[in-house]
């Protein structure tokens, strides 16, 4: 076995991920954890100032419900999310974090966030629940706060270590295990309670930007599944995992859409200059009631563009020129005012970009695109699983104690596994609650770990041996590389082992061309699905064989097993909904009509640890407010 030594870390909590919820987690972790003698304990793969989703920034907070301000109330965001997401929703779980967001993001503002301010001293809204923010450092900044939390309380973040598994005790959580990315170490962390914040998972389809753009994409390509492992692997129930979210945006470089729909007003249209909302607002009656209320499901905005490209509209563009000239028409009899207000608007169209997609305004510069001028391609990206954003997989877990909810067996997100939580991206049917909604549930998530290991004082057990076979499982990729490479002149090819790039190529491969990716049009159907699944069956089979020349490739092999996880539960899940709900996120072409008599319903998954079986479970949505 790989040459690397064991080292043993023993807390009461531990956080694993150090991204929006994670950090959320840690703030509030640390403060109940000292209270309470509690020891917290948190392990991100990356760096916490740089990690995830947020790393290069962002450029409005997308879920602020303004509470004190009499804006909105809670109920309002739970039916906004109602209706986004084709009625199939955990409302108390949605509600939950409504009321603790707005708190979350006034942290933000007194830890040093630049939140846009109009000339009354009010938060700058870009739609109903967005607020514009200076956010190029905005993971810094909240990081920063987790970081002195957590040391001031004297608890310690292992940073570069990436996690793999859990370890279980029984049917109790009893830790994780992974290896750092520049020691050459395998670590063991063991813990009464364990909360998951691993990320959302990125290139389970074949993206895009493939080739000289390989590696680009909407969300971090460093996302990869790890949430959706790890809660499987423990044997949680998992739901949403069909609901994959496909974001349109600028067309190469994933640019941001948001503040051009609902800040500058801008029209979508096809090449020939319709404007698909309006063209094809007769297609909305099919997916009624959803279709024709307010605002209209980000999936269905997105199918009635896919359906201009079908037709041969393509491409279709976002008409930004036409909608800064309208915002500065106001003053057209001004000539000095409206030169400025030109100025300022196109700074705006460039900042939107600079603080969190720098690439689109390369992009832009680089193939002459003035958004004063002229209008910008955007296409629907590659499917991407994240049960923060308009997608909603993620781990089935517990509603809060104090809300009337039938779903309740534990402790506030408790996954089905004790001591087992999950947030942010990691937890499922809880969607739009974004960067500010994530770092709340994570909030939340914490304090109810804390109380779960005040309650829970007894420290499982871990089987020693056990922990001796999952390290060899782990490190396994590095030995299978280092007895075979000699074999041939190129180390790349070999009939002993798999790289994982090869092995990441054909999992795209077959995702796109059977699960409804976008070379497919975003389509499936039973027998593409069924014969998918016979495909995965061998490309697990040959997960054994992957090949690692060092401690990168060993962390790209993991994630790409982690990824297969993801995908497999997907393809289950989008098989056993015999419906379609989403259209414009995939299309089950033989069951092309959504079915509110049989599928209101959630389609929840479990894999069975002991077994290795998967069940399918029906679960009913229960509304928590008319
Ligand atoms: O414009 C391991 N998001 C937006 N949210 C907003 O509020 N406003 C926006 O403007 C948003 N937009 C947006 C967004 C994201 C991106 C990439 C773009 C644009 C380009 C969404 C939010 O960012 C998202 O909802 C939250 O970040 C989700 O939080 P969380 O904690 O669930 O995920 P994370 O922040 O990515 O953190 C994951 C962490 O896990 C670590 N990790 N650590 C150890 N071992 C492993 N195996 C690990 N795998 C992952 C990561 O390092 C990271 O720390 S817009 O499009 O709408
Ligand atoms: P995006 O940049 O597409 O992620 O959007 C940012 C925010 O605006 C998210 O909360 C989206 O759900 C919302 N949004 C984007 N486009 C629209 C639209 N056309 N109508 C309503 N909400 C939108």
């Not at 801008?266 to 307010?294: D, F, H, I, Q």
Request: glycine share 8%; aromatic share 12%.
């Amino acid at each position: 076995m790989a040459d690397y030594p064991t080292v043993e870390v023993t807390t009461d909590l531990l956080i694993v991920g150090g991204g929006m919820a994670a950090t959320g987690c840690a703030v509030e972790a640390a403060y109940w954890g000292k209270k309470n003698g509690v020891k917290v304990t948190a392990v991100d793969k990356a760096a916490f100032t740089r990690s995830g989703a947020v790393a290069m920034g962002l450029s409005a907070i997308n879920q602020y419900v303004g509470v004190n301000e009499g804006q909105n109330t809670c109920e309002d965001y739970v039916h906004y999310v109602r209706q986004d997401l084709m009625g199939i929703s955990r409302e108390d779980l949605v509600f939950n974090i409504a009321r603790h967001v707005d708190s979350s993001v006034h942290l933000f503002e007194k830890w040093g966030l630049p939140i846009w301010l109009d000339e009354n001293g009010r938060y700058v809204h870009e739609g109903r629940w967005q607020l514009m923010i200076n956010g190029e450092s905005y993971k810094v900044i909240v990081a920063e706060a987790a970081k002195n939390a957590m040391d001031a309380a004297g608890f310690e973040i292992y940073e570069r270590v990436f996690i793999v598994a859990p370890i279980m005790d029984g049917d109790r959580i009893a830790g994780a295990v992974g290896f750092g990315t520049r020691d050459d170490k395998f670590y063991v962390f063991k813990a009464k309670a364990v909360i998951c914040a691993l990320g959302g998972a990125v290139h389970v389809f074949r993206p895009r930007s493939t080739g000289e753009g390989q590696g680009r994409s909407w969300y971090p390509p460093f996302n990869s599944g790890s949430s959706a492992f790890f809660t499987i692997k423990a044997g949680a129930e998992m739901t949403c995992q069909e609901v994959r979210f496909i974001p349109v945006r600028f067309k190469d470089a994933y640019g941001p859409v948001g503040a051009w729909f609902l800040l500058f007003k801008s029209r979508a249209t096809s090449a020939t200059g319709g404007e698909y909302m309006v063209v094809r607002k007769e297609e909305l009656n099919n997916w009624a009631p959803y279709g024709l209320a307010k605002p209209i499901p980000a999936n269905l905005r997105n199918y009635l563009g896919m359906l201009d490209v079908e037709a041969g509209l393509g491409p279709l563009y976002m008409e930004t020129a036409e909608a800064i000239q309208n915002i500065a028409a106001q003053f057209k009899d001004d000539p000095k005012a409206f030169k400025k207000k030109m100025k300022d608007l196109e700074s705006e169209a460039w900042e939107d970009f600079l603080d969190m997609t720098i690439s689109q305004a390369i992009l832009w510069a680089a193939s002459n695109i003035m958004p004063e001028t002229s209008r910008s391609e955007i296409a629907a990206c590659e499917p991407y699983f994240i049960g923060s954003h308009s997608g909603a997989s993620g781990a089935w877990v517990s509603g809060p104690e104090d809300l009337d909810t039938p779903y309740k067996w534990g402790y506030g997100n408790m996954c089905t596994v004790k001591g087992l939580f999950a947030c942010g991206d990691a937890s499922g049917a809880s969607s739009h609650k974004f960067s500010s909604g994530s770092h709340a549930e994570g909030r939340f998530a914490a304090k109810e770990a804390v109380r779960f290991c005040v309650e829970n004082p007894t420290m499982p057990n871990v089987d020693a041996a056990a922990l001796e076979a999952l390290k060899k499982e782990i490190l396994q990729p590095l030995d299978t590389y280092a007895e075979n490479c000699k074999m041939t002149t190129a180390p790349e090819i070999n009939p002993n082992y798999i790289k994982p790039m090869s092995y990441m190529h054909r999992l795209q491969k077959m995702m796109d061309e059977y699960a409804g990716g976008w070379g497919s049009g975003f389509k499936t159907s039973k027998a593409l699905i069924e014969r998918g699944l016979e495909l995965m069956a061998m490309l697990k089979e040959d997960a054994a064989k992957l090949g690692a020349k060092n401690v990168y490739d060993l962390e790209r092999c993991w994630e790409n097993i982690q990824r297969t996880w993801q995908a497999e539960a997907h393809m289950r899940t989008v098989l056993f909904r015999e419906e379609t709900r989403w259209p414009g996120y995939y299309f089950r072409a033989d069951k092309p009509k959504m079915d509110e008599a049989n599928w209101h319903c959630f389609a929840n998954c479990k894999w069975d640890p002991k077994t290795g079986e998967w069940t399918m479970i029906k679960r009913d949505v229960v509304p928590l407010i008319p």
